[in-house]
């Protein structure tokens, strides 16, 4: 968990952005701090700047780096930063984490804590947004050149099957 003394930057922000306008010297004047940086995938440029801050470290653990796996940013971290870096897949509630007694809920709400932890109608609404921005943006980073409305089709008729034999 991040500290009050800890720095947290949010790629997406534009104010967050703009700190790192100049990124070598933003990090350097925060070299004892530890540095949360979520969503790297709308900054790859930056991967060369963390190798040489990394590198001059005298402690480990200074960055704490987020985002969407795209096989092009795991490709770019792992080439720039390589010895440097561990990957660590967060995965949704698993039923051992929620218990038994909560598995009807955690099939009808799934696992992720933003939908799981919300009664069922904002539940709903945040997996409909999931869908949408994952269908509209995030397969795209994985080179899927459908549109979104293909993949939900795809998707719709795919959840009909049910386990179904695909032709």
């Known amino acids: 968990m991040l500290s009050l003394k800890d720095i947290s930057l949010d790629l997406e922000r534009p104010s967050d952005l703009r700190k790192l306008s100049d990124p070598e010297t933003f990090l350097s004047m925060h070299k004892d701090k530890m540095i949360c940086i979520d969503q790297i995938q709308f900054s790859p440029e930056l991967f060369p700047v963390l190798r040489t801050l990394v590198d001059d470290a005298e402690r480990k653990g200074q960055f704490l780096i987020l985002g969407s796996a795209s096989p092009n940013l795991l490709k770019q971290s792992s080439e720039t930063l390589a010895g440097r870096i561990k990957y660590i897949e967060l995965a949704p509630f698993s039923i051992e984490e929620v218990g038994e007694d909560k598995l009807y809920e955690l099939w009808l709400k799934g696992g992720y804590p933003d939908s799981f932890l ?50």
């Open 118 to 167: 919300v009664d069922e109608e904002f539940s709903f609404e945040w997996r409909e947004a999931y869908i949408k921005t994952f269908l509209e943006r995030d397969l795209a980073l994985f080179g899927y050149r459908r549109s979104a409305s293909q993949m939900r089709r795809f998707w719709t008729m795919l959840s009909h099957l049910r386990g179904q034999t695909l032709n």
